[in-house]
């Protein structure tokens, strides 16, 4: 039976992602198959759990995919691990409004997971018990299961929070101010596993000194999982070229898989390399094309889009894919002409001009006939030519403008909105790329 933990925080930068990394680590460096998941719509966190542990690292996200969706992946992923470690996000009750939704305790609920709660100590020592008190009565269903004190200061310092913390949830961890041990963050959060060189052995080294390993191991306990639905998978019909590489890193591993499910083989491609594939359909996902728009500019790939979309050629983009499909994109006072496919011009602006969960209503049933749930999350701002044309009103988020997202050129889709196969039609998208290719 599939055992697991969930590490929370009390809130946003306590080290909650530190700490799940470097307990993933301890737990690889014992010889354990360690499953990891990230709860909310991240792209970021996973790619490190994934080269810590060596396995693909899934989100749990109960807005995006409902809680039954949750539990099929745990249930299909984890059959043959030795342990499931999920890191929690934003503070353990933080969910989507004011409810619990989208929370790191609502992912812990539908799994019946027991929680590690982090807690960043600094500048605290009795105050740290009137804190836990609150936050292990807040919901009985929650169970708090352990705790890891995070930053302290001295000596004295943890002799402070110990005797503060006497016959109450165990201190199963605590872990001392140690700066080279957190992961650098940029505007759109922490920098991608692939630019960060990882020594899994130093963390897990330290948390091995820090945590008591045993005592979390004693904590885990089995996940409460759904029968796995039979998914059937169809022999493989056409090809779905999915644009990866340091500019375009931002995906789902579900999106591959239900691409797969759908009849469509996979085939990774780089347009900062300028490869052009031969391919039934594209998609292009979010990540940091302003960080490679000179190569972008100057891209094979740039220059052969737009006969490809003009000729049909089915495309799908989200966020980082829709700025470089665009005709221009204004980086830093330079610029760049790119795939010119949509009719809008882009640039990069210094603040955040959208951040969180979307809902959009497709205005053309014969894309979607149901609202797709996602999120977006982005710096930029999107100008359309008069004639743009929308597939989707919001009725959650901004989208691109005034409240219509989703641009439409030919067969090409693209817009801010980041979608999971949850909801988004997959499954409509793979069937555009049969009929592109029967022509």
Same mark, same amino acid.
């Given at each position: 039976?599939?055992?697991?933990?969930?590490?929370?925080?009390?809130?946003?930068?306590?080290?909650?992602?530190?700490?799940?990394?470097?307990?993933?680590?301890?737990?690889?460096?014992?010889?354990?198959?360690? #499953?990891?998941?990230?709860?909310?719509?991240?792209?970021?966190?996973?790619?490190?759990?994934?080269?810590?542990?060596?396995?693909?690292?899934?989100?749990?996200?109960?807005?995006?995919?409902?809680?039954?969706?949750?539990? #099929?992946?745990?249930?299909?992923?984890?059959?043959?691990?030795?342990?499931?470690?999920?890191?929690?996000?934003?503070?353990?009750?933080?969910?989507?409004?004011?409810?619990?939704?989208?929370?790191?305790?609502?992912?812990?609920?539908?799994?019946?997971?027991?929680?590690?709660?982090?807690?960043?100590?600094?500048?605290?020592?009795?105050?740290?018990?009137?804190?836990?008190?609150?936050?292990?009565?807040?919901?009985?269903?929650?169970?708090?299961?352990?705790?890891?004190?995070?930053?302290?200061?001295?000596?004295?310092?943890?002799?402070?929070?110990?005797?503060?913390?006497?016959?109450?949830?165990?201190?199963?961890?605590?872990?001392?101010?140690?700066?080279?041990?957190?992961?650098?963050?940029?505007?759109?959060?922490?920098?991608?596993?692939?630019?960060?060189?990882?020594?899994?052995?130093?963390?897990?080294?330290?948390?091995?000194?820090?945590?008591?390993?045993?005592?979390?191991?004693?904590?885990?306990?089995?996940?409460?999982?759904?029968?796995?639905?039979?998914? =059937?998978?169809?022999?493989?019909?056409?090809?779905?070229?999915?644009?990866?590489?340091?500019?375009?890193?931002?995906?789902? #591993?579900?999106?591959?898989?239900?691409?797969?499910?759908?009849?469509?083989?996979?085939?990774?491609?780089?347009?900062?390399?300028?490869?052009?594939?031969?391919?039934?359909?594209?998609?292009?996902?979010?990540?940091?094309?302003?960080?490679?728009?000179?190569?972008?500019?100057?891209?094979?790939?740039?220059?052969?889009?737009?006969?490809?979309?003009?000729?049909?050629?089915?495309?799908?983009?989200?966020? !980082?894919?829709?700025?470089?499909?665009?005709?221009?994109?204004?980086?830093?006072?330079?610029?760049?002409?790119?795939?010119?496919?949509?009719?809008?011009?882009?640039?990069?602006?210094?603040?955040?001009?959208?951040?969180?969960?979307?809902?959009?209503?497709?205005?053309?049933?014969?894309?979607?006939? =149901?609202?797709?749930?996602?999120?977006?999350?982005?710096?930029?701002?999107?100008?359309?030519?008069?004639?743009?044309?929308?597939?989707?009103?919001?009725?959650? !988020?901004? !989208?691109?403008?005034?409240?219509?997202?989703?641009?439409?050129?030919?067969?090409?889709?693209? !817009?801010?909105? =980041?979608?999971?196969?949850?909801?988004?039609?997959?499954?409509?998208?793979?069937?555009?790329?049969?009929?592109?290719?029967?022509?």
């Amino acid at each position: 039976m599939t055992k697991g933990i969930l590490i929370a925080g009390t809130h946003s930068g306590v080290g909650k992602t530190t700490v799940s990394m470097g307990i993933m680590a301890a737990l690889k460096h014992r010889g354990l198959k360690v #499953q990891p998941y990230k709860v909310g719509p991240d792209y970021i966190d996973p790619s490190h759990h994934t080269v810590i542990c060596g396995r693909l690292s899934r989100n749990l996200d109960t807005y995006m995919m409902g809680t039954d969706g949750v539990g #099929q992946i745990v249930a299909r992923t984890a059959a043959d691990a030795d342990i499931v470690v999920v890191e929690g996000a934003m503070g353990l009750f933080d969910g989507i409004d004011s409810t619990e939704i989208a929370s790191s305790s609502h992912v812990a609920k539908t799994l019946n997971l027991p929680v590690i709660l982090v807690i960043n100590v600094h500048g605290m020592s009795r105050s740290v018990a009137a804190l836990l008190k609150g936050y292990s009565e807040f919901d009985p269903e929650v169970r708090i299961v352990g705790i890891i004190l995070n930053q302290f200061g001295s000596l004295r310092h943890a002799k402070l929070l110990k005797n503060s913390l006497i016959n109450n949830i165990p201190i199963v961890g605590m872990i001392p101010r140690k700066k080279d041990i957190e992961v650098p963050s940029r505007h759109l959060g922490l920098y991608m596993a692939h630019e960060k060189d990882y020594n899994t052995k130093e963390m897990a080294i330290f948390i091995e000194n820090n945590v008591d390993l045993d005592a979390v191991l004693e904590l885990v306990e089995p996940c409460s999982l759904p029968e796995i639905a039979n998914l =059937h998978r169809p022999e493989t019909e056409v090809k779905v070229g999915i644009a990866r590489d340091p500019a375009f890193c931002f995906y789902y #591993q579900d999106m591959f898989d239900a691409f797969r499910y759908c009849g469509a083989e996979v085939v990774f491609f780089s347009p900062m390399a300028g490869e052009v594939p031969d391919v039934d359909g594209i998609y292009f996902g979010g990540g940091y094309p302003e960080l490679y728009a000179e190569m972008l500019e100057s891209s094979e790939t740039t220059r052969k889009l737009k006969s490809l979309a003009s000729d049909g050629l089915p495309i799908y983009a989200e966020c !980082g894919g829709l700025l470089y499909l665009c005709k221009t994109y204004d980086v830093d006072n330079r610029t760049y002409k790119l795939a010119d496919v949509v009719p809008a011009n882009t640039r990069m602006t210094n603040r955040l001009r959208a951040l969180g969960y979307t809902e959009a209503h497709p205005i053309n049933k014969n894309f979607c006939s =149901h609202n797709i749930r996602g999120h977006e999350f982005h710096y930029s701002l999107t100008e359309c030519d008069r004639d743009a044309r929308f597939a989707y009103k919001m009725l959650r !988020g901004k !989208g691109i403008n005034n409240g219509f997202d989703g641009l439409i050129e030919h067969n090409t889709l693209a !817009g801010y909105m =980041h979608t999971h196969p949850a909801s988004f039609p997959v499954e409509k998208f793979v069937q555009k790329c049969r009929e592109f290719k029967r022509r």
